[in-house]
């Protein structure tokens, strides 16, 4: 484990935790995605083991939108939440949130996101893996990995292990964690193989991964399953797994679609894939072609509503797909883009289409010029 065994910020994660009490009114807000999914069920765990009693509320933003809502402010107030713990989503990227929720709640953030903003209060924690240690990049500690490390230091949370491995495996954090991940796959009896999605922990990911793809309304169901899991196989064998094949079929297609449908710029590694697919894909779609053109700027666009979103990867790190993401919607009304150097989203208006391809472009010559 990187953690350092002493850090500031590690005694103040401490008394936080510890402080809980079973009259606390205690929500968990956590990203929709697997590691989002097992970083809010270990993190739930751990302070139901700690107070004795479960969280009180479980959330996550709605929608394509993955930033915390003033709605969803108003709804903690409104249901009495006076602890609020927000896992794998960079709240400190919409500062104006965590304040006005600090005027009623205590917050602790876990996230390994990029660092947007820092606060002054002293009931606002935010805790990632770049604060504590530098031997690990944020991208490769994932929230699941990161909680579980951090929740461990408190209380025994082995019986976890293998959602510490899913969320590494779903968010391509492998690489650093070898060790642990056979040593969970000899614990399942879970052959190891080259392709980690495949094994029994990876489909673990792959199954949970399809039930959010199909349709955000599983979300909570995909959190209950989790919890009430003692191991992978009870998660492949729950109704979660109903979505699997569908989506499975969807994303073939759009792979094997690329080669004719995808605007390719070579001078410049780049492959920009507008798709409109049946499931919310994109961002597993992007992961899948980030794995098979490894050297390449992979940027997708589709529509949703109003507005069209984008998942950029580039696998071999690069160019920062945060920051070209963050250059490329640049002064577009009602944009937003950010996360990590070989992932990240955003989302823009549907008029903004033009604009945002010739940004996009411009972007991209100006980074591979300076790096
Ligand atoms: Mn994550």
């Not at 590691?35 to 969280?55: A, F, M, N, T």
């Not at 408190?154 to 492998?174: E, K």
């Not at 790190?317 to 920051?323: A, E, H, R």
């Not at 903004?352 to 100006?366: I, K, N, P, T």
Request: hydrophobic content about 40%.
């Amino acid at each position: 484990m990187p953690l350092p065994k002493k850090h500031h910020l590690l005694s103040r994660y401490d008394s936080f935790f510890k402080g809980l009490t079973e009259k606390d009114r205690i929500a968990i807000l956590h990203d929709k995605d697997p590691d989002g999914i097992c970083s809010g069920v270990i993190i739930s765990k751990l302070v139901e083991r700690l107070r004795g009693k479960r969280v009180d509320l479980r959330l996550n933003v709605p929608g394509s939108a993955y930033l915390p809502t003033p709605e969803i402010a108003a709804r903690l107030k409104r249901r009495k939440i006076n602890v609020l713990i927000i896992s794998d989503i960079s709240a400190d990227n919409e500062p104006s949130f965590v304040r006005s929720v600090s005027k009623f709640a205590r917050i602790m953030i876990i996230d390994h996101h990029k660092i947007y903003n820092t606060f002054r209060e002293k009931n606002v924690i935010m805790i990632k893996p770049q604060l504590l240690q530098d031997k690990v990049a944020p991208s490769s500690y994932c929230t699941s990995k990161f909680s579980y490390d951090l929740g461990n230091r408190l209380c025994d949370l082995s019986d976890l292990d293998w959602l510490a491995a899913v969320g590494s495996i779903a968010d391509i954090a492998h690489a650093p964690w070898m060790d642990f991940i056979r040593k969970v796959h000899r614990r399942y009896k879970a052959p190891m193989r080259k392709d980690l999605f495949t094994t029994k922990i990876g489909q673990v990911a792959t199954v949970i991964n399809s039930a959010l793809v199909f349709s955000l309304n599983n979300v909570p169901l995909a959190f209950k399953t989790v919890y009430g899991s003692k191991k992978p196989s009870d998660v492949l064998r729950s109704r979660l797994h109903i979505f699997h094949d569908e989506v499975q079929d969807e994303l073939d297609k759009w792979v094997d679609l690329l080669d004719r449908k995808a605007e390719r710029h070579p001078e410049h590694e780049l492959i920009v894939y507008y798709i409109e697919p049946k499931f919310h894909i994109k961002s597993t779609l992007s992961t899948i072609l980030s794995l098979k053109y490894p050297n390449t700027t992979l940027v997708l666009l589709s529509p949703q509503g109003g507005m069209i979103t984008v998942s950029a990867r580039r696998h071999d790190q690069k160019v920062p797909m945060n920051s070209l993401l963050e250059c490329s919607v640049r002064g577009l009304k009602g944009s937003s883009g950010g996360g990590h150097i070989p992932a990240a989203g955003g989302r823009f208006r549907r008029s903004d289409l033009l604009r945002f391809r010739s940004q996009l472009l411009d972007c991209v010559a100006r980074q591979r010029k300076s790096s």
